[in-house]
């Protein structure tokens, strides 16, 4: 039993199930104290020990029975259910089936008979369906029906059918017929779940036998390319990310109070000691900024925002104040959003209430908004961040509102997950965008994102 827990464990780590050498031993310890003889009972503390999850409980439900049973119930010896004559009545039906069925008399004696394959049978067959060569679960069905045309199972209820019109033909009351059929059915299912158990459990313990697949860091893959569970495990990791970003932030501040000795400020400070210069001065290196964030939602643009907007939420200690704004064909503030909830409640929110539809992306539009209604929050100290791919639906890109909105602001950055090979295609005005911003960022994936918003951090 031990060795097919140890299969089973390797097999959830190779279907992406994180478990530790310690929750592996915890496994074993508790069934150790638990038990096996209660199936229920051994795969509650099976569950408990190795899935930390919630995503993961599907995958632990799949593999389980593959390993330790399906509970399938018994097949049964039909013949012995039957009373004497409707065994003669069975006998008489399958002889004259036998004559016609001469490669299928084996696998319906066993069928009637309550007899499981041999584990020879189904290694015969394994070996002639290809089963061996193959370790992906994905393939699962694909060799379920390649073994089951190798057992002739296929054809086993063409036979039930044609035993029960026999049996009919020669009087068998149709109550015992029907129980007959059933035990029949039974019998079948038990053959087929038996090919299915064999063909899972093969897959699984090859599985289990090569190591998992690498897989890439999350913080290099694309995010046109995120999954629903990459994106899980970001939002988990992404107060982390801010953690070592805040962490860089309070070094580079402590190193800046070395360097250029501040004169003034030294002769204040020291003005108690008749200036003698003994508690030295230097000039202010760091200066917290002053952000308007500017973000697209739409659908290209969603993952980019909510994790721009969560990671800059997460520093607000490293930011002298933040205000900021998303639009898809308009701009909306959001900044209160942020005030009210925690950073990733507030992203939730805000997406939540602000969903792509029919409209177009209208940055042109947008930016008008925003000059009538919020210009006043772009200062000479403040870094406006525009978060969009430039694409403006052929609509008028209002250049003359970026070149105002540049030369109030100390500077405005521009962050673009496209490649710049892409600028200038199709709809996209990213060509006169770029002259008109102090610089351009590519945010392709989360690594490029976290490294711009702390280049921001450490320019002040």
Request: proline letters at 4%; a negative charge.
């Amino acid at each position: 039993m031990d060795s097919r827990m140890v299969q089973f464990i390797r097999a959830l780590r190779a279907a992406g199930v994180r478990i530790s050498l310690a929750e592996s031993v915890d496994a074993m310890k508790g069934v150790d104290a638990i038990g096996t003889t209660e199936r229920d009972l051994f795969r509650a503390t099976m569950k408990t020990t190795l899935v930390k999850e919630a995503k993961d409980q599907d995958t632990f439900e799949y593999f389980f029975p593959l390993f330790f049973g399906s509970g399938q119930p018994p097949m049964q010896n039909i013949p012995d259910n039957l009373s004497p004559e409707e065994q003669d009545m069975l006998r008489q039906a399958l002889q004259s089936l036998m004559g016609n069925l001469d490669a299928l008399r084996d696998l319906l004696q066993q069928m009637m008979q309550g007899q499981g394959f041999s584990q020879e049978q189904l290694d015969q067959a394994a070996q002639q369906s290809g089963l061996n060569q193959a370790s992906d679960m994905n393939m699962r069905n694909w060799m379920e029906r390649r073994m089951n045309r190798q057992l002739n199972m296929h054809q086993l209820q063409e036979l039930i059918d044609q035993i029960m019109q026999m049996l009919e033909q020669m009087g068998m009351d149709g109550e015992a017929r029907e129980e007959l059929r059933q035990m029949m059915q039974q019998n079948a299912e038990g053959l087929a779940e038996q090919i299915s158990q064999y063909v899972g459990a093969t897959l699984a313990e090859q599985m289990a036998q090569r190591e998992p697949d690498p897989k890439p860091d999350l913080l290099d893959v694309p995010f046109t390319r995120l999954d629903d569970a990459d994106v899980e495990h970001i939002r988990d990791e992404i107060r982390r990310l801010a953690a070592r970003l805040r962490s860089r932030a309070s070094l580079r501040q402590r190193r800046s109070h070395s360097g250029t000795l501040d004169p003034r400020k030294m002769m204040r400070a020291n003005m108690r000691y008749d200036s003698v210069p003994l508690e030295l001065r230097y000039k202010t290196r760091h200066v917290k900024p002053c952000l308007v964030v500017i973000c697209d939602v739409s659908t290209s643009m969603r993952y980019c925002a909510e994790f721009l907007l969560t990671l800059i939420y997460e520093l607000q200690d490293q930011v002298a104040r933040t205000n900021s704004f998303i639009f898809i064909s308009d701009i909306v503030d959001i900044s209160m959003d942020f005030e009210e909830n925690e950073p990733q409640e507030a992203v939730s929110r805000v997406l939540s209430a602000n969903r792509p539809g029919y409209y177009n992306t209208d940055l042109g539009n947008s930016l008008a908004t925003f000059r009538r209604d919020h210009m006043s929050t772009v200062t000479s100290k403040t870094t406006v961040i525009i978060l969009g791919d430039g694409r403006n639906n052929y609509n008028n890109p209002r250049c003359d509102i970026i070149q105002e909105m540049q030369r109030k602001s100390r500077r405005l950055l521009w962050f673009n997950p496209e490649h710049p090979s892409q600028w200038g295609t199709g709809d996209s005005d990213m060509l006169e965008y770029a002259p008109l911003s102090d610089g351009v960022f590519r945010v392709s994936n989360l690594r490029e994102l976290a490294a711009a918003v702390d280049k921001i951090l450490a320019d002040g």
